[in-house]
């Protein structure tokens, strides 16, 4: 059994947007902007902070997983081996997942695989878009607002203050070309390329394209429920990626029964889009709330564009404490 032992989220205070930043996209009311912070080294502060609120030492963490929406480092530079090497030294190994959005569950669902009885394995991933135009498609194409952040979960079979039930995974692979960003694959692509890239991706919608996706959704969630052998009347929980409408996870949530928490909805519209790190602000956002208690189950889903999904069922097996240090929100035992 995988439990999680501590969680941490590195989310800086999150400041209105403007009428002309949001201007296609007004739902988008506030971001999150960490300019002088890479992503690499957002990642190392908090996989720090979670492997301090779980007391174990670094010496003990096999692996480090990172992952990320957008640019994590110059081209070639193996990322992921200066975040262990930041986070717990010169021992371990460490990989990089590249499946985006659905990066930070997915590394969850990798952990979940290498832990053995005595392992841990630190997942991390972050984002930072202040290298361009955070704005590029809210202001005309009614895309997301990008926000900096960044998460890391220390994954062990030791215990923890919630245990993985079940997983579940559905892709749609043939729907994969219309996200090229560049043809110059070695070149990085601007901000203004992701917003040619999403109305490239609009415009190759069919009704046939979108049911597929929903299905996709559907297959995930279902599928880690039957892996945890939990009915979603059991759900108490349900922490989907973020959009503008909540679309079209209300209407999963409505297809297969399971709980819609709006509050989460408006926390993501209040923080902007937070990428990989979606699935941690929400279960931090419940338990700030006194939403989750012992014996809570909870359906976490993410997306990768329209391409992949990946879920995961935990139990909250008690509550965990939070701690508050600037930026970095901690929960542990």
């Not at 960490?34 to 996989?47: F, L, N, S, T």
């Not at 900096?148 to 579940?168: C, N, P, Y």
Request: overall charge negative.
């Amino acid at each position: 059994m995988t439990f999680v032992q501590s969680l941490g989220l590195l989310l800086p205070a999150a400041r209105p947007t403007t009428a002309e930043e949001v201007a296609s996209a007004p739902d988008w009311r506030a971001v999150c902007e960490c300019p002088d912070q890479p992503p690499a080294e957002m990642a190392v502060q908090v996989g720090r902070a979670v492997i301090a609120a779980a007391a174990m030492r670094p010496s003990d963490v096999e692996w480090v997983i990172h992952c990320g929406s957008g640019y994590q480092g110059s081209m070639g530079w193996p990322v992921h081996h200066h975040i262990q090497h930041g986070v717990i030294g010169c021992h371990g190994n460490a990989l990089e997942v590249r499946q985006y959005c659905a990066g930070g569950l997915t590394s969850w669902l990798i952990a979940d695989r290498l832990i053995g009885s005595g392992d841990a394995v630190v997942c991390t991933g972050a984002d930072n878009w202040s290298w361009d135009d955070r704005f590029t498609t809210t202001r005309s194409v009614g895309g997301e607002a990008f926000s900096d952040v960044a998460h890391a979960t220390l994954l062990s079979a030791r215990g923890g203050f919630a245990k993985i039930l079940g997983t579940g995974t559905a892709s749609c692979p043939e729907q994969s070309q219309p996200w090229r960003t560049r043809e110059a694959y070695w070149e990085h692509a601007t901000g203004r390329d992701f917003r040619t890239t999403l109305v490239q991706a609009a415009r190759s919608r069919t009704a046939g394209k979108v049911s597929d996706w929903f299905d996709m959704l559907v297959h995930a969630a279902t599928t880690a429920l039957k892996d945890a052998q939990i009915s979603p009347q059991y759900v108490t929980h349900f922490v989907p990626h973020s959009s503008r409408s909540g679309e079209p996870y209300r209407s999963l949530a409505r297809a297969i029964d399971l709980p819609w928490t709006e509050s989460v909805h408006q926390h993501n519209l209040d923080h902007g889009y937070l990428g990989v790190s979606t699935q941690a602000s929400g279960l931090v956002h419940l338990f700030q709330t006194g939403s989750l208690g012992t014996d809570s189950i909870v359906l976490l889903l993410a997306a990768e564009y329209r391409v992949s999904a990946t879920a995961i069922v935990l139990a909250i097996t008690r509550p965990p404490a939070l701690s508050v240090n600037g930026d970095v929100y901690t929960l542990h035992e």
